[in-house]
């Protein structure tokens, strides 16, 4: 990079954009931005400078450059109002979070800016990237460090009344809870969320993201119809905004479509004049996740999950629900396959149901250990012995319905002859 400088005017910013190659055009940029100048045509040109000049770090990958960017922005960032140098910071944030595998540099990058706008009494600024911050941690799955920050935070955008923080805060809150299984205070926070939401206008990516996260925990506490009727406020907002996140609202629909039972509703679905749109591997992997259940066929099933393992397994929200799915289907079959038998190879159940022996074998022990029925498994001769149902005799419920009685009538007894000797 060439130490001499260029004059900050749009005929500089003009030949960066004419340059031959992006190395040429960050050399020419750089060049305007070292210019002492501090008027506010210079200042307006130099604003404009680092935004062609972090979207070109960007697209060439160097998220180094663009964290040494910040620091050396800093000396410029005392010329300009506080609102346009959160903006700046915010958009080179931004920018090194789309270039992929930096999630360590954007957690040390917003470290390093949190100390910066302490030390500079930059409140807002500072709020917004611990804000940042936190949700860097929680993709992380460093859950307690996140949870910390986040509890002090609160308080603080709490006394001074940012609702449009808090809704963000909260929601961050209610998706920590929940990655801790923490169902409780997972709702309680997004109820937070949705109270702050109510009092001002909330954007309408802001709204779709509170809508998915209220029917992921519909979802979570098994009320599927709920769940779908969120998940849908979701997908129009998100579609609406061309959003990325609305082929998971879509996916989640066809999530619950199945897990009520009404699998057939799916094909339906996805060949909507919405659903068109998004057609693709998500869309695809739940797609044969309804015809297994449909058919009831578990190796359809096992093939769809080892099929789109990416989409499915990998999908911590969608995985939860599918295998409590896959436990129910595989019990009803079990269940179906030994009812006419009193004394059956567990090879033979396994050969009938096209599931590997050693895995039938350990959820037949399972449902007996549930008393889902009764019966033990003959590991020596490799058979399950199936008992009948034992019948409960009436006679012991009967006795002890009698013993109480006499009891009451006892104490009723007693309560008479106390009030004769009085």
Not at 57 to 65: T, V, Y
Not at 252 to 276: E, F, R, T
Not at 380 to 385: D, M, T
Request: glycine share 2%; aromatic share 6%; proline share 4%.
């Amino acid at each position: 990079m060439s130490t001499s400088y260029l004059p900050a005017t749009t005929d500089s910013i003009a030949v960066a954009l004419e340059a031959k190659n992006p190395s040429e055009s960050i050399s020419i940029l750089y060049r305007i931005l070292e210019n002492p100048s501090s008027s506010p045509e210079a200042l307006r040109i130099k604003e404009q400078a680092i935004t062609n000049l972090s979207d070109l770090l960007r697209q060439e990958n160097r998220a180094e450059d663009l964290r040494n960017l910040l620091t050396q922005l800093r000396p410029f960032f005392n010329l300009i109002p506080k609102a346009k140098t959160a903006k700046i910071v915010r958009g080179i944030i931004d920018a090194v979070a789309k270039i992929p595998d930096t999630s360590d540099l954007q957690i040390s990058l917003c470290k390093e800016m949190v100390q910066w706008t302490r030390a500079e009494k930059r409140t807002f600024l500072r709020q917004r990237v611990e804000a940042r911050l936190a949700a860097l941690l929680m993709e992380n799955k460093e859950y307690s460090e996140a949870l910390n920050l986040l509890a002090g935070l609160i308080k603080e955008v709490r006394r001074l009344d940012d609702k449009l923080l808090l809704v963000d805060i909260d929601l961050l809150e209610s998706k920590l809870h929940f990655s801790l299984r923490n169902l409780p205070k997972a709702k309680a926070a997004l109820t937070a969320a949705r109270t702050a939401a109510n009092a001002i206008y909330v954007p309408p990516a802001q709204q779709g993201t509170i809508d998915l996260q209220s029917g992921i925990l519909h979802a979570e506490e098994k009320d599927y119809k709920t769940a779908y009727s969120y998940f849908f406020e979701a997908f129009e907002a998100f579609n609406a905004l061309e959003d990325p996140r609305a082929v998971f609202s879509l996916k989640y629909m066809l999530l619950c479509k199945i897990m009520v039972s009404q699998a057939d509703d799916v094909a339906g679905i996805i060949s909507s004049k919405a659903g068109l749109q998004y057609v693709g591997v998500e869309l695809d992997a739940m797609k044969a996740v309804a015809d297994a259940h449909s058919k009831r066929s578990l190796k359809l099933f096992e093939t769809a999950l080892r099929d789109y393992k990416a989409q499915l397994e990998e999908d911590p929200i969608v995985h939860r629900h599918l295998s409590s799915l896959y436990d129910t289907l595989l019990e009803q079959n079990l269940c179906r396959l030994i009812e006419p038998f009193s004394r059956v190879e567990i090879a033979h159940i396994a050969e009938l149901i096209e599931l590997p022996v050693d895995h039938v074998e350990k959820k037949l022990s399972q449902m007996i250990l549930d008393k889902k029925f009764a019966g033990t498994l003959d590991q020596g001769a490799g058979c399950l012995i199936i008992f009948d149902d034992p019948k409960t005799d009436a006679i012991y419920p009967d006795t002890l319905e009698t013993i109480s009685n006499i009891g009451k009538v006892v104490d009723s007894l007693y309560v008479r002859s106390a009030k004769i000797m009085a």
